[in-house]
């Protein structure tokens, strides 16, 4: 099969781990003889140094034409100024908006070679295994009025979480969806004592829970579920949340695998369905650690783990997607590591190593 992808390298070590991430893309084309036609372009500080802008037109087209897009990072202190009128981020925001993702899946999965690699008790994280159903295009980060004005007091900003009744049972839909497939258990975390739009995601989740009589729904709120996240990780399948809730939740929970880099992601244009491709863009949760690039220290792992869900998502590839998963376990396995996840008694290797080994084990 022949497919488009666009790649989008990004800041910081997003190059570094891009490559990798196609690294093993392309071990995957060799085996199962696939074609994956990579078209690159700037995002972030990099198209702001290049083009003046964070996302050109011609890229979000490029995007638009491809199966699926793959995402390094964006983002440095160089770009930094709050002044400024443009930031790298602007670049991410004006993709997931232009492309309508609006579901961002994060799953969570301790891997038993790493249960001594975290801060918290082993017995505590063992069979941890979820995933986060973060609404990606509304609330804090998108909803109008946003601004920042001068008055006789001082200077003023505002920032609205904003929710309509169709974007709530959209990004609860998915939540059911993926529950279905999984152990049929789904948590909506909501602040629905406090606050109004909190109050609607609820009600409209009860709504469409009549849909799935299935799955089992429980409600949490934000700061319960936290703790419950640190307190005890296995109680959890899938979670759906707003976006700004789903950002804070979701970098916490990465610690429980040891570190950001070993945790993907996917953004989708669509509900999730067995047998269904959907668009989507894959990147990994870390940020660009611009103070690592180039250094061939990053942790590919996540990136890596990204193309894989972009296989099962959006190209249709489930079984291409699982042997990525196995040949990840089975690096980490026989105790190679990055230095994020390093451990006493295993092997030290770098971001390029680290990859050429997982490229070799899906070669097979």
């Given amino acids: 099969m022949q497919f488009e992808i666009a790649v989008l390298p990004g800041d910081g070590i997003g190059p570094d781990v891009i490559t990798e991430g196609i690294k093993v893309l392309e071990a995957i084309g060799k085996r199962f003889n696939h074609s994956f036609n990579l078209h690159e372009g700037l995002v972030g500080g990099a198209a702001i140094d290049a083009e003046g802008t964070a996302l050109s037109d011609a890229t979000i087209k490029m995007c638009r034409q491809a199966d699926a897009v793959l995402l390094g990072a964006v983002g440095g202190p160089k770009w930094d100024d709050p002044l400024a009128k443009v930031h790298p981020e602007d670049g991410l925001l004006k993709l997931r908006g232009e492309l309508g993702l609006f579901a961002n899946l994060r799953p969570v999965k301790v891997s038993p070679m790493l249960v001594d ?24 980060y998108f909803a109008q009025p946003k601004k920042r004005w001068e008055t006789a007091k001082g200077r003023m900003a505002t920032d609205s979480m904003t929710y309509s009744e169709q974007e709530i049972e959209r990004i609860v839909r998915v939540g059911f969806e993926l529950a279905r497939l999984r152990r049929k258990k789904l948590t909506s975390v909501d602040k629905a004592n406090v606050l109004e739009s909190s109050r609607l995601w609820r009600q409209v989740a009860m709504e469409v829970a009549k849909e799935y009589p299935d799955v089992a729904l429980d409600h949490m709120l934000v700061d319960a579920c936290s703790m419950r996240l640190i307190q005890n990780p296995t109680y959890f399948d899938v979670l759906v949340t ?7 939740l979701t970098d916490e929970a ?61 190209l249709g590839l489930d079984k291409e997607a699982s042997v990525i998963e196995k040949a990840v376990d089975d690096v980490l396995s026989q105790g190679y590591r ?27």
């Fill in 117 to 140: 690699s975290t801060n918290l008790k082993p017995e505590v994280i063992r069979g941890a295994d979820f995933i986060f159903v973060r609404e990606l295009t509304g609330g804090l």
């Fill in 242 to 248: 707003e976006n700004m809730f789903g950002d804070i």
């Fill in 254 to 314: 990465s610690m429980l695998a040891g570190s950001m880099g070993m945790l993907p992601s996917a953004s989708l244009a669509g509900v999730p369905k067995e047998g269904v491709r959907i668009f989507g863009m894959y990147e990994p949760i870390h940020g660009s650690a611009p103070r690592r690039a180039g250094l061939d220290m990053a942790n590919p792992i996540a990136i890596i783990l990204s193309v894989a869900m972009m296989l099962r998502y959006s």
């Fill in 338 to 364: 990055t230095y994020d996840i390093m451990a006493e008694g295993k092997t030290k290797v770098g971001t390029a190593e680290m990859g050429d080994l997982i490229a070799k084990k899906v070669k097979g």
